[in-house]
């Protein structure tokens, strides 16, 4: 099970109160979002602030500073990913998702400090084929996860191309042919997301590695 943005059911998504609940509930991993401040990579998903904090209009208007004094809700701060990576550090694995140019390259000059141990629990996910070549020609040993929305198909060869480790699925559109089809190319495939009972159930029976989900609680 993959907490989404943490367990954002639960608590502010992508903050690390959602991050140490969705630890909480059992989550195997936790997936997040980032993007690019001044230098520093934050764990926002969207590119304006008005949904998830206290803050008006877009991201690109603020300064690293400005965005660290806003409310993310519950009294947390939108955090960065180095915070992020010392919670999850040998507790669970941690799927970045990266939202804006220039993500790539300041994320592996972040994780050329992270112990190797810590950086095989980690999978670099992106819908942006740019910032994931780029981080398949920096360091090839990072684990890459490739987005796909309606076109599977340009996803998987995009996989092929990155030599991604998994390719992730929306809900909607997944089906046992695709599923089958990514695994007869080595394919790990993560479903986005699930959190009605059925649909767990269901992607069981297609044979999917795991899934995202805003209640990452354990199903027996």
């Known amino acids: 099970m993959i907490g989404h943005r943490g367990a954002m059911a639960c608590a502010p998504e992508n903050t690390l109160l959602s991050i140490h609940k969705a630890i909480e509930l059992g989550a195997d991993w936790v997936e997040i979002d980032v993007y690019l401040v001044d230098e520093h990579l934050i764990v926002i998903h969207d590119e304006t602030l008005d949904r998830t904090t206290n803050g008006r209009g877009q991201l690109a208007n603020y300064t690293f500073k400005e965005i660290r004094t806003l409310d993310a809700g519950l009294g947390q701060k939108i955090p960065t990913l180095q915070e992020v990576l010392e919670v999850t550090a040998g507790v669970v694995g941690l799927n970045i998702e990266l939202k804006g140019n220039g ?22 996910s992106s819908f942006l084929m740019a910032e994931l070549t780029e981080v398949f020609s920096l360091d090839r040993r990072v684990k890459i996860g490739v987005l796909a929305a309606e076109n599977i198909q340009d996803a998987i060869a995009w996989a092929g191309k990155l030599k991604a480790f998994s390719i992730h699925l929306r809900l909607q559109n997944v089906t046992l042919e695709w599923v089958e089809r990514a695994h007869d190319l080595g394919l790990k495939v993560y479903v986005y997301t699930v959190n009605n009972l059925a649909d767990i159930r269901r992607m069981e029976q297609l044979g999917v590695d795991g899934i995202f989900s805003d209640n990452p609680v354990p199903i027996g």
Do not use: F
Not at 108 to 121: D, F, G, R, T, Y
């Open 103 to 124: 993500t790539a390259k300041a994320l592996i000059s972040l994780l050329e400090k992270v112990p190797e141990i810590q950086k095989q629990n980690i999978i670099v």
